[in-house]
């Protein structure tokens, strides 16, 4: 009988302990949930920048004009927003032998709250964007 009032108390006092640790975990759960989605939305904006990239300078290294090598690195990083796309073709329809280059920008925008996190862990190089930058030279055919 003794035994069973320790246990009843026991349970008594601990009543509202799961939700404390439920309220004090979740906030860090979903800034590590957001965290890693966000990773994962950036490297894929860095994979097609890159990839976009590649793509403009090999279509200029067989003989397209500028407008032509523009149009397809916009299309290639048709998952992204345009307007946040800048590029910038050299040497379009040169000597053969000479180099085409294909220079692609894209600022990155956060889609978590993290940037203040980002900015005082970075030393405020990074921000709420990020911009990612991709350069690629062919040879002309």
Excluded: C
């Excluded at 009032?5 to 957001?34: D, H, W, Y």
């Excluded at 190089?125 to 911009?131: A, E, K, R, S």
């Amino acid at each position: 009988m003794f035994g069973k009032l320790i246990r009843n108390k026991k349970k008594e006092g601990e009543r509202g302990q799961s939700m404390v640790e439920f309220a004090l975990i979740v906030p860090i759960f979903l800034l590590l949930t957001f965290a890693i989605v966000d990773f994962g939305m950036g490297f894929h904006a860095w994979i097609t920048v890159t990839n976009a990239a590649r793509e403009g300078a090999r279509l200029g290294a067989v003989g397209a004009d500028s407008a032509t090598i523009e149009a397809r690195v916009r299309d290639t990083a048709g998952a992204l927003d345009d307007a946040d796309l800048t590029v910038v073709v050299g040497n379009a329809q040169g000597n053969t032998g000479e180099a085409v280059s294909v220079q692609v920008n894209y600022q990155y925008h956060l889609i978590t709250p993290l940037s203040s996190i980002l900015g005082t862990l970075s030393g405020d190089t990074l921000g709420p964007d990020i911009d990612f930058e991709a350069t690629s030279q062919m040879r002309l055919e």
